[in-house]
């Protein structure tokens, strides 16, 4: 490599991790179909589709994390929301070119929503660590 190679950013992020001895997939595109996020989530509650607003991005100290609620897809259970840590990543200016990533996502779930804010007394929140191992890359098929 020579100071006159040109890198690219990511268009796609796809890792696979474990939750609780359960696999958990997660894919996300920072710029799918007409330039709005795309964010997919595979666990043992389904498949969860984000996209545009319903993904909260934020850039602190340059690391990237990417949030959304994924409560809105179990009604009536306890708050959940999983953020991402989304590596910055060069690849090669060439057509299918990728990299592995090795990243971590925090799974938050809150106490249930059905219960008056007096009924639980102490941390309301759990927190739940997962280590993620996939590949970042330059193609594949955009979501809509």
Do not use: W
Not at 9 to 20: M, N, Q, S, W
Not at 70 to 96: E, F, R, Y
């Amino acid at each position: 490599m020579n100071n006159d190679t040109i890198f690219i950013k990511p268009y796609k992020y796809e890792l696979i991790g474990e939750l609780g001895g359960s696999e958990i997939s997660i894919m996300y595109t920072p710029m799918g179909a007409g330039a709005i996020p795309y964010l997919e989530i595979i666990d043992t509650d389904g498949t969860h589709n984000f996209r545009g607003k319903e993904i909260s991005k934020d850039v602190v100290l340059g690391l990237t994390l990417v949030s959304v609620d994924m409560s809105k897809h179990l009604p009536g259970a306890p708050s959940k929301c999983l953020s991402l840590l989304v590596p910055d990543v060069n690849l090669l200016n060439q057509k299918d070119t990728s990299a592995l990533v090795h990243t971590k996502c925090i799974q938050t779930i809150g106490v249930a929503a059905s219960l008056p804010p007096m009924a639980h007394v102490g941390q309301v929140e759990s927190y739940h660590i997962i280590n993620l191992i996939g590949t970042a890359s330059d193609g594949g098929p955009h979501p809509l």
